[in-house]
Structures are given as C-alpha cells and as structure tokens.
C-alpha cells in the first residue's frame, strides 16, 4: 500500500506563483509514475503532469507546458508541482496519485493511489 498526502494549496492572484508537495508512504517503490490531475466544480478529473520513478521523465498536459515543472525527491519520498503565472481557470483541487505499471500516465483511471487533494484557487 502507499498512502499520499498532498501540501501547498492556497488562494493566489493571478500571475502567481505556488509550489504543490505530494509525501508518499508505505511501499513507494512500487509506483513506476507519479502524477498531478486536478477537478474543478463541475468538471471532470484533467491529467496535469507526471514523472516516472527516477525523474528522469516528466510529461505534461499541453495547458500547463511552460508555466507548471514537475520533479521529485527520492530521498524525500516526496513530488512536487511547481506552478507559475497561475490564472483564475487553474483554480480545481489539485490530486496527487501513484500508478504501478508504467505507461498511459495521463489517464486517471491507470492509477492505483489517491491523495485527498488540495485546493488552489486563482483571484482575478
């Protein structure tokens, strides 16, 4: 089992910044991927930005290339979604979640663990 904790969520104006902590638990080597989605009222789950085990790969989806930097710690056991010039429609609760096989890293439903998620809100 990994358990997933997620950090950093806040109210922020546009054009700012904030950085999105995922500590993981438990059996963590067994997640090849870690990835970011986020909800917003009413929508559904989007893919956000994933990295594999070593950090050596990282992907992510087109609306965040440029703006949003996913990396991770080992040693920390911990992931992190760095997020700058945030705008108000990247407001949702941000989930972090882990997946055992490799591949199809930015479909939710490949996922094997779940954090609680954590909210980022964005004023105008």
């Known amino acids: 089992q990994v358990q997933l904790v997620e950090s950093g969520g806040g109210l922020v104006q546009a054009g700012g910044s904030l950085r999105l902590s995922c500590a993981a638990s438990?059996?963590?080597?067994?997640?090849?991927?870690t990835g970011w989605f986020r909800q917003a009222p009413g929508k559904e789950r989007d893919f956000v930005a994933a990295?594999?085990?070593?950090?050596?790969?990282?992907y992510y989806a087109a609306f965040v290339k440029g703006r949003f930097t996913i990396s991770r710690d080992n040693a920390k056991n911990t992931v992190y979604l760095q997020m700058n010039s945030l705008r108000p429609e990247d407001t949702a609760v941000y989930y972090c979640?882990?997946?055992?096989?490799?591949?199809?890293?930015?479909?939710?439903?490949?996922?094997?663990?779940w954090g609680q998620g954590t909210q980022v809100t964005v004023s105008s």
């Open positions: 438990g059996v963590t080597y067994i997640t090849t991927f």
């Open positions: 990295v594999n085990w070593s950090g050596g790969s990282t």
């Open positions: 979640a882990g997946k055992i096989l490799t591949g199809n890293y930015s479909y939710s439903g490949s996922y094997d663990y």
